[in-house]
């Protein structure tokens, strides 16, 4: 079952989220999570590529989201993001049988 995130006044559910143990929240009292993933990962299909790229994108950015990685399966690619400054930079590009 994929987390549901709160990023300020949206609802996002990443494809897979990742925190760091120290930065995880302790308490369950509501069905989503308020803390910012240290780590995103969206696996992009034709039905979720538009949503995945123009609107959730941005909104981890906006909101601190260290690290994000996008698979497409299709393709059979993985791109790795990280945010400095507030932009997104790319870590790495992988195709194939390359190893990440």
Known sequence: MEPEVRLGEETVVPDLAGWRKERFPRTGETNWISVSPDWVCEVLSPSTFRVDKI???????????????????????????????????????????NSV
């Open 55 to 97: 609107k959730k994108i941005p909104l981890y950015g906006r909101h601190g989201v260290g690290h994000l990685s996008l698979v497409d399966p299709i393709a059979k690619t993985l791109e790795v993001f990280r945010l400095e400054s507030g932009r997104w930079v790319v870590a790495g590009a992988y195709a194939d049988d």
